[in-house]
């Protein structure tokens, strides 16, 4: 789930770059992309070993079908470490998709009201393809990330087995949303089905 993430972090900020760079993209070099790779890769392991060496735990989530953080213990040592998840491994990758997409739509904006004409319906294009994204991102992650923390700091026995089971299903298949949503709100590709 973290690598996912980190991974739609990434992949917005690296799409900002590359399509506000004023020269053209150098497709042989790979050394960007494999330089993200490691990062979200390295990141997400950061995030996941400490369980590992006694900073939380893992354990079964929800009906038991699913290993993950112990969202069910109450202690400091794993309220701290859902914190910090919430914050390091939600948040921020948060706004920085915010932070890309936004400046995104903001460099669109100012090509466009250079050249009238077709570039409003690309500014439009590319602004629903921006607020679809960034929807589809909290609805995959704000129900799993709420019953967490209702999981570790609500009543006990508030967050039933069967009722993590969507918010779960949701977080882990987040990463085929965006391709899809790319796919079908981008006019060079959708042109080519």
């Known amino acids: 789930g973290i690598i996912s993430l980190i991974s739609l972090a990434v992949l917005s900020y690296e799409r900002y770059c590359t399509m506000t760079r004023t020269a053209e993209p150098d497709t042989t070099n790979y050394r960007k992309t494999w330089a993200g790779i490691i990062l979200s890769w390295t990141y997400s392991l950061l995030w996941t070993v400490p369980p590992l060496f006694g900073w939380s735990s893992y354990g079964p989530e929800g009906p038991g079908i699913t290993c993950s953080v ?22 921020i990758p948060f706004a920085i998709i915010v932070y890309s997409y936004g400046k995104l ?79 079908f709100l981008n006019k060079q590709v959708s042109e080519m089905l």
Not at 70 to 91: G, R, T
Not at 133 to 156: H, R
Not at 164 to 179: D, E, H, Q
């Open 70 to 91: 112990n969202w069910h213990s109450k202690d400091a040592n794993n309220a701290s470490y859902i914190i910090c998840l919430f914050i390091f491994c939600l948040v």
């Open 105 to 183: 739509l903001c460099a669109v904006r100012q090509v466009s009201s250079i050249h009238k004409g077709p570039g409003r319906s690309r500014e439009q294009r590319i602004l629903v393809m921006v607020v679809v994204m960034v929807v589809c991102f909290l609805l995959c992650w704000l129900p799993y990330a709420a019953v967490a923390l209702i999981a570790t700091f609500g009543q006990p026995g508030l967050i039933t087995p069967a009722a993590s089971i969507i918010p779960a299903i949701l977080a882990k298949s987040s990463t085929v949303y965006n391709p899809i949503i790319y796919v």
